[in-house]
Each structure stands twice: as C-alpha cells, then as structure tokens.
C-alpha cells in the first residue's frame, strides 16, 4: 500500500486543513500480520496486541539470515527546536515511505523500516503534543501509541517504583544495608507532567507507615530504568544493568547497588514484555518499530537499540531519529548510543524550517509567516553548526531537509539552498505532511545520492571525546565541540559528586548533559549560533547501570510542569470511543 487509503465516510478533499487526527481516523489500516510479512516476519515472529499492533520477538529475528550485508543507518536530527515547529518525525516517517516508493518505483526488492520513539504521556497531555508524526505522515494507529501503546511506559514506571518501594521497606525492616537516609538517589517515577511531586516527604504517618525522608519523582522517560531499556541488548542485559543502578550510599559513603537489594530480577520480570519491539505502520504501510522514549533534554533521547538493530536486521535502510536538536538527540546518539551499542550511522538529515530559521533571527512568532531575507540570513548560523558538527565533529555526510511551508518564498528557498552549497551540503524540499511519501521523494533521492557517492568515499565515523577522560574533560569537550562554548563551570556541589565518582571508580564511563534544548547554550534565550559563552554545570548524577553520568546544567528539571492550558483540555473521547483533540 503505497498511497493513502482514505475511507468515503469523510471527503478530506473538501476539509482545509484536516487535522492529524482526522487523517489518522480515515486511513485503513493493513492487519499487522500484512506489515509483518513485509519484513519476512512469520506468525509465530510476532505477538498481536490486537489488529494492528504486535511486539517482535527480537530472538526469532536475529536467528534469521541478515537481510543485506548491512543496513544503511540514517540519523534524522534538527536544528535547535523554536515555537514554530520543525518536525522532525514527520519527516522521519516521510522520508522512509518516499524511500519505499522509490523502491517500488525501482522494482528493485529493497525495504525500509522506520525505527522510533515511543510518545511519553507528560507531552501528549502538556503542551507538545504527540509523537506518532503529522498529515500523512504518520505512525498508526496514533491515539494508542500516543496514549498507552502496547503499556512498554508503564512498565518502566512499576520497575521504577518497584525498586523505590523495597530500597523503602529494606530501611523499614531493619536496614541491614546500613542505607543513609539522607543518601538515597533513587527517586519514584510516573508518565505525567506533575510539578507538585518534584520534590516531597514520603513516610509520613504512623510509625508503620515507613521512614520520614526526603524524595521526589521523575517523568518515567527520565528515568535510569528508561536509559537501561533502551540501551540494553537483551533480557540478559537488561538485568544486569538493572542490578548495577546505584540506588544509595550507607553511613560509611559506600555503594549500594539495585542488586544488593536482590531487585534486579523482579524488575526484569516486569520488563520481559516491554523489552520486545513494537511493530506498527505509517499511513503508507511502511513497517514502523516504535519503542522506548527516553527525552534527549534529560535523558539520551534515542529508540532502543534492540529496535534498531531489529530494524537494520530486517531491512536494507534504517531511519531512525534522535530528540530535539543535534546538540542534544544526535550528540547522544553518537556519542552514547553508538558508542555502547556499535552502531555505526551512514549519514545524518538535519531537519529545519525556514520559519524557524527566521526565528532563529530574531523575528517574533506572529510575523514567521512574512519574507525576511536578513532574519533568514541571521538565523542560517544555528543551522550551519548543527552541520558542522555532524561534518567534522562525527564525521558523517549530510543532506539538509528543508520542511516547507506555503509562507516559504522562492527567494527565501533559494537563500537557503546557495549558502549550504557553500558549505558542500545539498538542500531537499520536503512536503511529507501535505503529501506524504510523494512528497519526499526529493529528498529521498538526494539521500541515495549521497550514500551512493560513500560507497567509493566512505566517511569515517568517530566521537566527540574519548570516555576514559575526566569527568570536567568530557564537559569541556562538548561543550566547546558541540555548543560553541568558551568555557565551563562547574558548582561546588557538582564538583563535589564529580570527586565522589572518582572514588567509586564511576568516572569513566560517558556523559550524557542535560540542558535546555532551545538554544545551544543553557540560556534557553541565547537563539542563532551565540559565542562566548559559558556552560553552567549545578549538579551531577551517575546512571551506573545505563552507563552514563548526568550532567545537569541551567534550570533543566526531570519533571516537568503543565502549561497554563494543558493539550489535556482540549481531548475528548465520545459515547462509542472516537477520540478528538489529540494531535
């Protein structure tokens, strides 16, 4: 199934602008036993969570021959994201249908899979939305996997608080771990933006109601439990990691880990399930693996690896994408995800609007839509350093994706296209929310180009800063690399866990920053490319089973808040189940 396949119910020939619900609603979907065979997935390969979702067994997969000698892998970033909206998975989704119809078109037996995040609840009932794409550019069905999906969320959360709830009761019942108290890292977690659980006391009550002590909660997808589900290479893994979660520290300032509290195993339990990819499909029918959601602000932003490498396993070319800019998702998944899995990408799309560029330039939200040559040419910088450091710093070739808009003018295009040459990158119009595939095909094909020129060219794929360096070492080296900073600096209590770290011998492993994704600095209002800056480093946390130390600089938070009018207000679901508002 190439194009769409709207149902006669509804004429969307004769609505404006439909929404993505409303084209979502009015596609037919192909059983997902139809997707499954795309990818010579047998019945027994998959397990159907109704008509059209299913879990892969990732065993039953990796035991099949490989489908080529190796799948392309390409990375879809942006540039830093603005109110004007870039959309990056719509493109994501775009591209690997265009891709299939080339194919097609070709007769040539090649496939793409499209290899994604999961939606996280806070998002969808907050301010941004979903994450199953836009137009007819789509995952589906997008109300369940923007709501509960296959329920992989919920899972993360009962791992989460499961481990909570015995570090809890293991003091209650005596404490023979000699836990402090006051050196408890482990906090709850739930799907949900909620400021008022940020920081609480839990315990209190009568005596049996458990220990009075400072806590808090974390949005599952910033969860360690998260970073581990989307790291981890199997169930074998997965538990491993598990038990290596440092949860506290006992009166004499030594480690107690997940597996002294024998959780480990219980966690993985509840994880046995979730840890299976999820298969659906676009709105084209091209096969789509969704799974993990960790946010790229706060946590490594990218989809399991399990996910991709089922994907790459099954397919001749893998699109995946990675959360916000390329100063966040792709610097992560280079330097986090590749670096502990082995993937190695073959090219990356960076994803920008002229709107947002124009943004980028000074120009305020209500006037995006009128031609502005000089805020266009101010605003070109940020892009051009997400393209640097996809050039020079990892070494990867890179075509630019332009995300139109009918406000876009020729010239603006054109100013755009003239200044990438310069820099020896190729410009592609995408229109993938208007028309889907067919409306990627441009860029589709400046894709192949690309990769066909790397077949006699290769590019040398590397990584920002070795990890066997000091902690503030691998700071500097993105913040410098990747942001443009000039310098860091570091608080006393940061300064303070780095030292602890080095004692624990937890210090040479990779960093993942959590920052603002809004500017490629900490300072959200810093847009463009600015210079001269410094990067604020408040705090430091060790994610020990995932492998990483958090680094948490500016006013970053792992829970966030509601807006003052919620996406949650506008949803609504009538008497026989239609959903509306969700978008």
Known sequence: MIAANITPSINLANTAVPSDIIIAQNTILQPIHTIAEQLGLLAQDIEPYGHYKAKIDPTAVFAKPIKTARSKLILVTAINPTP????KTTVTIGLADALNRLHKQKNNGKKTTV???????????????????????QVLPMEDINLHFTGDLHAISAANNLLAALIDNHIYQGNALDIDPKQIFWRRAMDMNDRQLRNIISGLGRRTDGVVREDGFDITVASEVMAIFCLATDLADLKQR???????????????????LNAHGAMAALLKEAIKPNLVQTIEGTPAIVH?????????GCNSVVATRVAMHLSDYTLTEAGFGADLGAQKFCDIKCRLSGLTPDAAVIVATIRALKYNGGVLKDELTQENLPALKRGLPNLFKHIENMQQVYGLPVVVAINHFISDTDAEVEL???????????VAITQVWEKGGA??????NTLLTLLAEQEHNPSTFKLAYDSDHSIAYKIRMVAQRIYGAADIDISSQAQSKIRQLEVLGLDRIPICIAKTPYSLSDDAKLLGRPVGFTIHVRDISISSGAGFIVVICGPIMKMPGLPKVPSAERINVD???NITGLF
């Open 575 to 577: 008497e026989v189940g």
């Open 439 to 444: 409306g990627g095909e441009d860029l589709a």
């Open 84 to 87: 004007a909206g870039e959309g």
């Open 292 to 300: 993990g959601g960790p946010f790229a602000n706060i946590a490594h």
């Open 416 to 426: 755009v296209r003239e200044t990438c040459a310069s820099k020896g990158v190729e």
């Open 115 to 137: 290899a994604i995040r999961e939606p996280s609840l806070g998002p969808v009932f907050g301010m941004k939305g979903g994450a199953a794409g836009g137009g007819y550019a």
């Open 242 to 260: 598990l038990g290596n979660i440092l949860v506290a520290l006992n009166s004499d300032k030594q480690p107690v880990y997940a597996r002294d």
